[in-house]
Structures are given as C-alpha cells and as structure tokens.
C-alpha cells in the first residue's frame, strides 16, 4: 500500500480497525480527531473491567497503530475546507459517522468526491446504509454480538440467560478486517478500469459472514447449533471433544475425520490397546461405541497434568489444542515463531507496548509498526505537507477549526 494515502475520519475501534491494517500494509493514513477531545475512545478509563492508563491505552494503540493524527472540528467551514484539502491528495475516504453527522458537517460522499472525483469512500455502520435503521448506531456488543445471533449461538441455552460478549470490540477488528480487503478490491478496480467505488461493511453483516455456515443452516432448516454447558456436552466421535485434565487445564480433541488416525491417537493416550479392539479400531465402530470411547479418553487424560498433554501431544497426528486464555496465546511458541505480536514505543517514554500484529503476513516478513499517534500530534506537519503556510495554519488555529 505504499504511495496510497488513507483519510480517516472515524472513532472508536471499527473503521479505525480498518485504517491500522491499512497503515501496516504501508498506506499513510491520516486520522483525523476533534481538536480538543480527540478519538472519544481516547477517554475511556475501563475495559471489561480493567483501569485502562491512557498512555499506555489498548482500545488506542490497536486501531491506531501507524497513524498520523490531525486536529480538525469538521463541524467548522474552515475545518471543513482543511478535511477537502486533504482529501484532494488522498486514495481513500474511510468513515464510520451516521448520515446525518455526515451531511450535517458535509464530509458524505457527494462532499468528498466535490473535491476529489476519483476517491473511494468507504463506510462502516451498525446495521447497513440502506434501510429503515441506516441511522441508527450501534457497537459491536449490540450489532455484532447481540442482534447477529452470534450471543445466542454461543449462550448455553441452560444458562437461562444470556453471555456478555466478554472480549471488547471483537466484531469491531473481524470488520475492520473486511473493510481493509474491500479497500484494497476497490484500489484494484480503479487501477484496472479508472473507475472509483463506495464500499460499505457493517457490523451485523460481519457477524453472519463470520457464523455463515450456521446461518445457512438456519435459513435451510429453521434450526441452528447453540453452545452447550460443559457436563450436557455429548460427541459422536470420541476423538471430538473437551477433557479435563488432572490439575483443572482442558485438551480439546479435534481429529474431524478419524480415517488413519486411530491407532496413533490411542497410542498418544496412553490406550495402545484400544486402536485393536474391535469397538474402536474403524471409523462406524469408533462412533457407534462414543459414549464408551468418551469416558476411556476421560479417565486416560484425567490422569496427567494439562502440561504433561501440551508437551506429548505435539507428535500426534491427529488435530488437538490446549484450551489456552488471550494471555497464554502470547507465550505460545507457535504465536511467537509468526510473528503475531509486536513491540511499538510506548507515547509515555516506558518500555515498549506490545500490540497484535495484523493476521496477514507477506513473503514471510513480518509487518513493521509504529505507536498510535497521539491527539492531533501531526496537524502541522500534514498541512504543511499541503503546501498551507504558516500564517494560514495560525489562523486555522486561532479559529479553532484546527488544533
């Protein structure tokens, strides 16, 4: 994405999600915040109930990531006349403002594309920008999560109620993911033919992309699969289930096809004798006989630590996975060997914050980042860029239509 300029005016995490892959990929994407209190995100103190240090602030540094941010206020004639200076020099209009914040301050589509023709402009919402609710706002606890169907799948029904979403802005990263490739199909559109495009990605339709088989199974059927509380939890293949290990840890079994994996996985665990017995030595007899494969698996994995598994089933050939937290992913030697996470400057001078690299790696290099930038840290700097003098740019300033 090098040479491609992004100009960003959009909060929280979806949509700015969408601007940090860009910026990883090479884009200069310039974000644009208010001038006096910057990304609203950049004021919240508390994530899932954890204090957050605003300098050291994880909702700012993941979306954020290799940035410029510039001070406008929009909703002012001489901020707005920066905004269209900035996007006459740019590839890509990325905003997740509702229509009438985007007509009221004049950066909608028709604005944008008055000063550069050939921009894409690209959308995030809620719900869509067509239809009865293309005004109405929403974050990824209600679109994606709750309205989706995605809560409910993953809600044991015997809960009798309902699961938080337990990991903020989830939904919001998964579509900042699909507006990021939709940018870059529609770069590759105008490189082909000349022409430019609209781009709109939202949160609910993220949540039915990312559980499309399910959907499609509902809509073929009228019924879908629902996560199930541990203990109710039953498997037609032994080799397809959740084991407690001796000191609490879970081994989850994955092997999906069984065909020339039997012998192998029983030897794994520790019950060689079992790949001959003629209730689980094939396929039909392995499932026939579940329930009793089940409760032999149980009592052999039961019997050592969760460490003792994540060493000895590495050489299984059959697919498996320690049940691990978002902590534990960040020792993983797999994690780390791909590069997974990365460390950026810390705005407070500290050590170094580490922030998740983007999934997408290429030629097996991994991606170079920098920190989030901070509240209008590059305003000058870019309007010079655009050849404003320094009087015009103290006048901006004084006016307050730029910081």
Known sequence: MQGVRVLEVAQFTFVPAAGAILADWGADVIKVEHPVRGDTQRGFINMGGFQLD??????????????????????????????????????????????????????????????????????????GDKGPERDTGGFDGTAFWTRSGVGHALTPEAINGALSQGIPAFGDSIGGMNIAGGISAALFHRERTGETAEIDVSLLSTAWWAAGASVTQGMETGETMRSLM???ATSVNPFMANY???DGGTINLC???PTGYIRDAFEHLGLPELADDPRFSDVLPLIENASEGVELIAKAIGSKPFEYWRQH???MKGQWAPFQ??????????AVANDMIVEVDASDGGKPF??????VQFNHEPLETSRAPQAS???????????????????????????
């Not at 937290?325 to 797999?334: E, F, G, K, R």
Request: charged fraction near 30%; hydrophobic fraction near 35%.
């Open 54 to 127: 605003p300098n050291r602030h994880p909702l700012i540094e993941h979306p954020n990531r290799g940035k410029r941010s510039v001070g406008i206020d929009v909703s002012t004639p001489g901020g707005q006349e920066v905004l269209y200076e900035i996007a006459k020099t740019a590839d890509v209009f990325l905003t997740n403002y509702l229509p009438a914040q985007r007509q009221k301050n004049k950066f909608d589509v028709e604005h944008i594309r008055a000063a550069n023709p050939n921009i894409i402009y690209a959308r995030g919402s809620a719900y």
């Open 230 to 232: 541990p203990d109710d």
């Open 244 to 246: 407690r290990t001796s």
């Open 255 to 257: 092997i999906v096809s």
């Open 313 to 315: 089933l590495k050489t």
């Open 325 to 334: 937290s978002l902590v534990d992913l960040a020792s993983d030697d797999q």
């Open 354 to 359: 580490k922030v998740v690299r983007g999934p």
């Open 377 to 403: 840290e590059h305003t000058e700097i870019v309007l010079m860029e655009l050849g404003l003098d320094w009087d015009r740019i103290e006048e901006l300033k004084d006016a307050g239509a730029i910081a």
